[in-house]
């Protein structure tokens, strides 16, 4: 059981931070693999990705642009979370606190649950969004609204 514990916090301590690097407001450039990001901007290219196949008319355009702003300024938070508790994660495993190290773990677990939910439903309220027939279309492009693709589940724009 403990080398199991050890093999989840060891994998949580060298993904989760890979995860959750990027800052996200919608107003702030950040700077990453590939050159600066503007979370602004990134909307406006995954929106343009979504229209070239599914043809959505300016109220979904709009609606969608909507949900995904939400959703940025929601992961905004969650990665601000996240940040402060890998840095009490890597002061508690320091001072080999290991009720710390627990409480911390179950927070950094709370919060990726959080952040999937969180992704999840924007998925959602997007895949409403759309008519029977771009449903049928975001379908054979799951990327297209974060369902992922090549290389696992996507997280929204980032």
């Not at 590939?34 to 959505?56: D, S």
């Not at 994660?89 to 409480?103: C, F, G, P, R, V």
């Not at 959080?114 to 027939?133: D, F, G, N, R």
Request: some cysteine.
């Amino acid at each position: 059981m403990k080398k199991l514990f050890a093999t989840c916090l060891l994998a949580a301590l060298f993904a989760v931070p890979a995860t959750f690097a990027q800052t996200a407001d919608a107003t702030t450039t950040t700077t990453g693999p590939g050159g600066p990001r503007n979370p602004a901007a990134m909307i406006e290219h995954r929106l343009n990705r979504m229209n070239a196949v599914l043809t959505l008319n300016s109220a979904q355009q709009s609606q969608i642009r909507t949900i995904l702003t939400n959703e940025q300024t929601t992961e905004s938070g969650f990665h601000t979370s996240m940040r402060a508790a890998h840095t009490n994660l890597k002061t508690a495993i320091e001072s080999n606190d290991t009720a710390s190290i627990e409480q911390i773990s179950n927070q950094i677990g709370t919060i990726t649950a959080q952040s999937v939910a969180a992704h999840a439903k924007a998925q959602a309220a997007i895949y409403q969004a759309l008519t029977p027939e771009q449903q049928t279309k975001a379908a054979q492009v799951p990327e297209l609204i974060g369902e992922g693709g090549p290389g696992g589940f996507g997280h929204g724009p980032r």
